[in-house]
Every structure is written in structure tokens, then in C-alpha cells.
């Protein structure tokens, strides 16, 4: 089992910078892939980004390509998304979730194993 905690959410002006970071729990963390989600009030979580279990491929949805990457340590059990170019729209609750998968690409929620309880991001214009 895997226990995910994330942090490094805040607030922050349209066009800043924010580092979330999800640490794991467990000697088998390389063992998963992650995912990154986020959830806005009022609307469905929906995917930003995934990694695969040694990091050395990634996906992103449309809406985050070229501003967020993310990236893990595995000697630290833990996945980063780091967010540049932030936009009042990313305002979300951002949630890591780990999967036995082998697949990387635009997961679905339903896809996902174990997840963290999230962190908010607020952008303000």
C-alpha cells in the first residue's frame, strides 16, 4: 500500500511560479507510475500530467503542456509538478495519485490506486 501527501500549494499572481510536491510512503514507490490531477469547484477532476515509474517518460494534458512539468525522485519517494505561467483558470484542488499501470497517458481518476488528499492552488488575476 501507498500513502501519498502533497504540498507546496498557496496562492499566487497570474504569471508566477508554484512547486507541488507528492511524497510517498513505502519502500515500493518506483514500482508505480503518478499522476497529477486537479479539481475545480464546481467541475469534474480532470488529468494534468503523469510520469512513469523511472521518470524517463511523461505525459500532459493540452491545457498545462509547455507551463507544467513534472518530474520524481525516486531515492526520495517523491513526484514534483512544477508550474510556470500560472493562469486564474489552474486554480484548483491538485491531488497525486499512484497506479500499478504500465500505461503513460491521459488517465482516468477511475484508473488510479491510491491518492493523496490534495493541495489548493489559487491564481489571481
Known amino acids: 500500500q501507498v500513502q501519498l501527501v502533497e504540498s507546496g500549494g498557496g496562492l499566487v499572481q497570474a504569471g508566477g511560479s508554484l512547486r507541488l510536491s507528492c511524497a510517498a510512503s513505502?519502500?515500493?514507490?518506483?514500482?508505480?507510475?503518478v499522476g497529477w490531477f486537479r479539481q475545480a469547484p464546481g467541475k469534474e477532476r480532470e488529468f494534468v500530467a503523469a510520469?512513469?515509474?523511472?521518470?524517463?517518460?511523461?505525459y500532459y494534458a493540452d491545457s498545462v503542456k509547455g507551463r507544467f512539468t513534472i518530474s520524481r525522485d525516486n531515492t526520495k519517494n517523491t513526484v514534483y509538478l512544477q508550474m510556470n505561467s500560472l493562469k486564474p483558470e489552474d486554480t484548483a484542488v491538485y491531488s497525486c495519485?499512484?497506479?500499478?499501470?504500465?500505461?503513460?497517458?491521459?488517465?482516468?481518476?477511475?484508473?488510479?490506486?491510491?491518492w493523496g488528499k490534495g493541495t489548493l492552488v489559487t491564481v489571481s488575476s
Open positions: 495519485a499512484a497506479s500499478t499501470t504500465y500505461y503513460i497517458g491521459e488517465y482516468s481518476p477511475n484508473s488510479m490506486n491510491y
Open positions: 513505502g519502500r515500493t514507490f518506483s514500482t508505480y507510475a
Open positions: 510520469i512513469s515509474r523511472a521518470g524517463d517518460t511523461t
